[in-house]
């Protein structure tokens, strides 16, 4: 039979085994989802080939017709103002979804771009919706992060100084990665100090500065973008009323 072949699904069964690998542990993990709720989210999910550095999903006014979770790689989430400044508004790792931005009024707000090669599986949005209807945990999984992600905002525009900000990004991201089952204080930085900066409403100098001042009182070691967390007892008495997930 000719024509183009449909791509397999993912088999979320695997995926469950070893949640650190699990592209969809956010959507369905958390919520207990039984045996024929998983199959039904299975139907729906298809991976996608590789997403090279500097690929973008998606740009802002695109309709919305697909959610993405990360399955490999980072990707970064922006728009640019009127004057033509970039603004970032979030990173994304493996486990998380993109394209929340879009699900009123059904066109994306942001662009979302990879920082490194990745890789995304893709969840057409009006049979995820469907579905949703169906099985309530789901709908429940999808306000979750939406809340998660009005929280970032909200912390973000709270009056914080540059070394609890840059504190409690390093502490957000060493959270995240611990729930991928990677090190919690040994971190790879995909994004740039200008791209962090930017994120945290802060002057590229000022992040720089900060990560000196952190290296020269022993809380982190820095070398390029690997960063060793080496006390995070004191990085938490700095960061924990700031935290900026996304």
């Known amino acids: 039979m000719s024509g183009t072949a449909t791509p397999s699904p993912l088999n979320l069964y695997q995926l469950r085994r070893s949640c650190s690998s699990c592209s969809l542990s956010e959507l369905c993990l958390p919520m207990g989802l039984a045996t024929g709720d998983i199959q039904r989210l299975e139907e729906l999910v298809a991976p996608r080939g590789p997403v090279n550095e500097g690929e973008h999903l998606f740009r802002i006014g695109d309709p919305l017709r697909v959610l993405y979770a990360v399955r490999g790689g980072f990707f970064k989430s922006y728009m640019v103002e009127a004057n033509g400044r970039e603004q970032v508004l979030g990173f994304h790792l493996p486990g998380e ?13 942001c662009n979302a771009i990879a920082l490194n090669t990745a890789s995304v599986c893709e969840l057409p949005y009006g049979q995820l919706t469907d579905l949703g209807r169906q099985v309530p945990g789901l709908q ?22 540059a070394e609890e900000r840059v504190a409690g990004f390093l502490l957000s991201l060493s959270s995240r990665m611990k729930a991928r089952g990677h090190s919690e204080t040994q971190l790879t930085l995909a994004m740039s100090r200008r791209d962090i900066a930017n994120y945290l409403r ?9 990560f000196s001042r952190f290296e020269e009182d022993g809380l982190v070691s820095v070398d390029r973008r690997e960063v060793l967390l080496r006390d995070v007892e ?7 009323c700031f935290s900026a997930g996304g």
Do not use: C, Y
């Not at 979750?144 to 100084?161: C, M, P, Q, T, V």
């Not at 802060?202 to 900060?210: D, F, I, M, P, Q």
């Not at 004191?234 to 924990?240: A, M, Q, T």
């Open 97 to 109: 979804l993109i394209g929340l931005d879009a699900i009123w009024p059904e066109k994306h707000q």
């Open 140 to 161: 429940h999984s999808m306000l979750r992060l939406l809340s998660k992600e009005l929280a970032i905002s909200h912390a973000l525009a709270g009056d914080f100084s």
């Open 202 to 210: 802060l002057a590229t100098e000022t992040v720089s500065r900060v």
């Open 234 to 240: 004191r990085l938490n008495k700095l960061g924990h």
